[in-house]
């Protein structure tokens, strides 16, 4: 069964740097796009980043600039590199990953950015 672990998550004030890991199992790593979302208090989820097989990336706008992902494949582990955290970067995170047409998440990791 395909399983993804997030780990990583922890309070710190603005400013401040986080990162984050995702460690998968269950799938030929190597070979997908993994995705990192978050979903703050009310919010809805959103889509903060991609990191293709290659290594190409993608970011939302309001990330751009300050988050980095990167993945090391011999791990099967993807990284969220958090930078100049806001308050409004508060939220539970989560990685996620498509295999054979099935859309997996992991259990979430909380982050919390205090002013």
């Known amino acids: 069964q395909v399983q993804l672990v997030e780990s990583g998550g922890g309070s710190v004030q603005a400013g401040g740097s986080l990162r984050l890991s995702c460690t998968a199992s269950?799938?030929?790593?190597?070979?997908?796009?993994m995705g990192w979302y978050r979903q703050g208090p009310g919010k809805q989820r959103e889509l903060v980043g991609t990191i293709t097989s290659g290594g190409r990336t993608n970011y939302a706008d309001s990330v751009k600039g300050r988050f980095t992902i990167s993945r090391d494949n011999a791990k099967s582990t993807v990284y969220l590199q958090m930078n100049s955290l806001k308050p409004e970067d508060t939220a539970v995170y989560y990685c996620?990953?498509?295999?054979?047409?099935?859309?997996?998440w992991g259990q979430g990791t909380q982050v919390t950015v205090s002013r």
């Open positions: 269950g799938f030929i790593f190597s070979v997908n796009t």
């Open positions: 996620n990953v498509q295999v054979r047409r099935q859309e997996v």
